[in-house]
């Protein structure tokens, strides 16, 4: 990615009352471009190679995405604190999710041996081939894999630098803070369940399958921002509203992975900037897999199973994947048969089912009307998306 991205996103000013999710997002960018800035310079001193190792982190972190995070953490804050309140006080805490947003997906594609993101090469890829084009010595793909990880683990560093600025209250800032640690820890849990079906997904169930959605996504997406601004606006003992966020987050959170799951197989590389069928290349053990093979006749189910064979052929690393066989041949092949078992029509109505929910909870819900009808587009447009 180039290293000139921060001219390729003007910055607008931050909103005031009555803002729409553009002006939102526009304001958040704004702030994490500040704060990059002043964070990069300050590695250059150091040394050069640290400023564009810095630089790596802030271009991914600037290249776009949909910003779901702070947009819900924002209509959290706003539902609870009304639409005159203005929007400075709490961006360095919107923005502080961005960046702990950018270390997950860091980690996460080292850990997927994922090739693109957002239509990029990804972080271990882009300092795999610096390290080959400056004729380093040793091994480029262990080189660019520790240098992502280390990318990764600034970005969870700025991003509690950037919460600790926020100008608000020391106990509302501390509310907030155990907020953001529940949301942390928990999608680290989901990870590792995550991790853990891929290496043994003989064991791996429906149910368990949205467990993993609940802990990796749901709360990390959208119950646990919801959360957060509520707990910016100073209101953490206001049960009813955090209970109405919980519910709405975890059926929202949870169609959101859903339809991921149906992208990750269906969706169109150019919008999604990853390739197709990568989940079944891997046997990753998704809620569609697992409900493809609960709803198979015998001989579907003997042809899904081959994503689960242990002979390794489906855990080579990402770069031999393509040179398999099955991999080059038979992607379109299992996503005939996942559509043909009525999985793809199964999660679809699980995704119905749950927006509907989220809605629902909304309907009783003492927040103003403006946060009200936010969250409703919300969980439509965040789960009914062609990225």
């Not at 339809?259 to 197989?265: A, K, P, Q, S, T």
Request: with cysteine; glycine share 8%; net charge negative.
């Amino acid at each position: 990615m180039a290293n000139d991205i921060l001219t390729e996103h003007p910055r607008r000013a931050a909103p005031g009352r009555g803002a729409c999710r553009d002006d939102v997002l526009g304001a958040v960018e704004g702030t994490l471009a500040d704060f990059l800035a002043g964070e990069i310079l300050a590695l250059d001193e150091v040394d050069p190679a640290l400023g564009g190792f810095a630089r790596s982190a802030r271009d991914l972190v600037l290249a776009g995405g949909k910003r779901l995070r702070p947009t819900f953490a924002y209509w959290g804050w706003r539902g609870a604190v009304g639409n005159t309140e203005p929007i400075e006080s709490v961006l360095p805490a919107l923005a502080a999710l961005e960046l702990m947003h950018t270390f997950a997906l860091i980690h996460d594609d080292v850990m997927d041996e994922s090739a693109t993101r957002r239509g990029h090469p990804t972080m271990h890829q882009v300092f795999t081939a610096q390290h080959v084009n400056a004729g380093r010595r040793g091994d480029p793909v262990h080189f660019g894999q520790t240098a992502a990880v280390l990318v990764g683990d600034l970005c969870l560093i700025w991003a509690d630098q950037l919460l600790a600025r926020t100008p608000l209250a020391a106990a509302t800032v501390l509310a907030a803070r155990a907020c953001y640690d529940r949301m942390r820890v928990e999608a680290v849990a989901g990870q590792y369940l995550d991790v853990l079906g891929d290496a043994d997904p003989q064991s791996w169930s429906v149910d368990r399958a949205l467990l993993v959605a609940r802990h990796k996504t749901a709360g990390y997406t959208v119950r646990h921002p919801l959360r957060f601004g509520l707990a910016l606006a100073g209101q953490t003992r206001d049960q009813d509203t955090a209970e109405t966020y919980d519910r709405y987050g975890t059926a929202v959170g949870e169609a959101f992975q859903l339809r991921d799951d149906l992208l990750g197989v269906y969706g169109d590389p150019a919008l999604t900037g990853k390739p197709a069928g990568d989940d079944l290349r891997t046997g990753k053990p998704t809620a569609l897999l697992m409900l493809a093979l609960q709803l198979a006749t015998p001989a579907q189910h003997a042809e899904l199973a081959r994503l689960h064979a242990a002979d390794g052929a489906s855990r080579r690393p990402a770069g031999e994947r393509t040179a398999t066989g099955w991999a080059a041949a038979d992607v379109a092949r299992v996503a005939r048969l996942i559509e043909e078992t009525g999985a793809v029509t199964r999660i679809e109505s699980l995704i119905r089912s749950r927006v509907a929910e989220g809605m629902a909870a909304l309907e009783d819900l003492a927040i103003h009307p403006d946060a009200r009808a936010a969250l409703t587009r919300l969980a439509v447009t965040a789960t009914y998306r062609p990225a």
